[in-house]
């Protein structure tokens, strides 16, 4: 051990005249040791959020959208879906429809989002389907056969799956294999469960769904409705989707829209979510004229913005509990040096240096910060370890879109904790030391 070392530890572990001291160094270990600590916490929260905002958003929507600029629909999809899925960096493509529509069980009714896709494409791009709780999405898998009745309410899909609707007397409409026939032959939706929770619907129930884009009649502008049976519902965990989202056909969907072989959007998953800007651009210019895209960072851009200004506020917040503890470092060094005069000064007349009594100084506080920041980085670590296994809090899932806080310490944010904590109080210790240096033997032993 170095000199200057020895001697600050010594000073350290040494009885004091005045206790004052002691209780001053104390406080000054634990005041960085719950700075760090704070900030470790602080920092594992924020970082939580935003993985798991981050998840969830680009869990369950596509990383690229390609639209017309005209909003009048894709024509002619399947080839240019073909196309475009070829392209450098994209993985999957999946063509889709998404309306605002008003869906209804009896007297309940929620505002909605339908997307009509196809499963085996939509598995690809997203990850809403995998999270199905009761039900299945198998249903979806059929293939839709248009119904023979010629009326929107009752638009139906056949498969063997769903079995034959039959026109025998012991299956007559009033009876309840007619029912029970009706409502199988209906086109399958899947719900959110926040939004299954304020219908009522459960799987097998019936809902209306309403489209806004009503067809012209002989009485005027009629709402266009078809009945729909619940077939699963989901719970991403995600609020904003739970609640008001809901998943059918693409067939079905364009049925109830009246919009033929159109659909609104393709939907891409790429291999790097981080070059999602530049791949969008290429597939921009593919896709040639009259298309634009947007992309998970342009469509979450302020969120995750104001995530990062949050951080840099809680950072400079909580850093201040670092900064009050630096400044009892610096009043415990300077009541050390002014205790220690007399050793000073008989240090410096048996031949120390003046630059190792300004080491013992800066060691010593150095030594109070180094103690303080590792009891707080234990602290830290081993609280965000406990909140994100455990879900210590939980939060309003319609206020902040999930159930509990998460917690996501990284390596990275405590090396710079910790670096800033040394760093303040290295800072501390040059006005203490510098004064210990300029000490005169001759002065300080005139009366000893």
């Known amino acids: 051990m170095r000199f200057e070392l020895f001697i600050a530890t ?6 004091r005249r005045q206790a004052f001291i002691g209780i001053i160094t104390g406080i ?31 869990g ?6 390609l639209l017309r600029v005209a909003d009048d629909g894709i024509q002619n999809w399947p080839p240019l879906l073909d196309r475009l899925s070829k392209q450098p960096h994209v993985v999957a493509a999946a063509p889709a429809i998404f309306e605002q529509v008003l869906i209804s069980r009896g007297p309940r009714a929620r505002g909605a989002v339908l997307k009509g896709m196809i499963p085996a494409d939509e598995r690809r791009v997203g990850d809403l389907l995998n999270t199905i ?99 699963g519902i989901f719970n991403s965990g995600f609020y904003d989707y739970d609640s008001s989202w809901a998943f059918t056909r693409l067939s079905d969907a364009q049925r109830l829209f009246g919009l033929g072989d159109l659909i609104s959007v393709i939907e891409f998953k790429v291999d790097d979510i981080y070059k999602a800007d530049e791949v969008s651009r290429e597939l921009e210019d593919a896709a040639g004229k009259g298309f634009m895209t947007t992309n998970w960072m342009e469509q979450n851009k302020a969120l995750f913005h104001a995530l990062r200004l949050e951080r840099l506020v ?28 007399r050793d000073i000064a008989v240090l410096l007349s048996m031949g120390t240096r003046k630059s190792q009594v300004r080491n013992i100084f ?18 830290g670590y081993a609280i965000s370890y406990a909140g994100g296994h455990y879900h210590m809090i939980s939060l309003s899932p319609e206020v902040y879109s999930i159930d509990y806080v998460p917690f996501a310490p990284r390596l990275m944010d405590g090396l710079l904790v910790a670096l800033v904590a040394v760093g303040v109080s290295f800072v501390a210790t040059l006005y203490p030391s510098w004064s210990a240096g300029r000490t005169l033997p001759a002065e300080a032993l005139r009366y000893e």
């Open 314 to 341: 809680t950072f400079i917040t909580i850093g201040l509990i670092v900064f009050v503890a630096a400044l009892n470092i610096l009043i415990s060094l300077i009541m050390m040096v002014m205790e220690k005069t």
């Open 362 to 379: 800066i060691a010593q506080g150095v030594l109070i910060g180094v103690i303080g920041t590792v009891i707080g980085l234990l602290l």
């Open 60 to 65: 369950s929507t596509s990383h690229i959208s």
């Open 10 to 15: 010594r000073y350290l572990r040494a009885k």
């Open 133 to 231: 709780k009761e039900g299945s999405a198998a249903a979806l898998d059929e293939t839709p056969v248009p119904s023979d009745r010629g009326s929107s309410e009752t638009e139906t899909s056949r498969s063997p799956a769903a079995g034959k609707v039959s026109n025998t007397p012991s299956e007559s409409p009033d009876s309840l294999a007619g029912v029970q026939a009706r409502v199988a032959a209906m086109p399958p939706i899947i719900l959110g469960k926040d939004m299954a929770d304020n219908l009522g619907a459960t799987v097998g129930s019936v809902v209306l769904v309403t489209s806004p884009q009503g067809e012209l009649t002989p009485f005027g502008m009629v709402p266009k409705y078809s009945r729909f049976r619940v077939a």
């Open 28 to 58: 000054s270990i634990v005041g960085v040791a719950a700075g760090v600590a704070s900030l470790i916490v602080a920092l594992a929260i924020n970082n939580g959020f935003r993985q798991d905002l981050q998840e969830r958003l680009i």
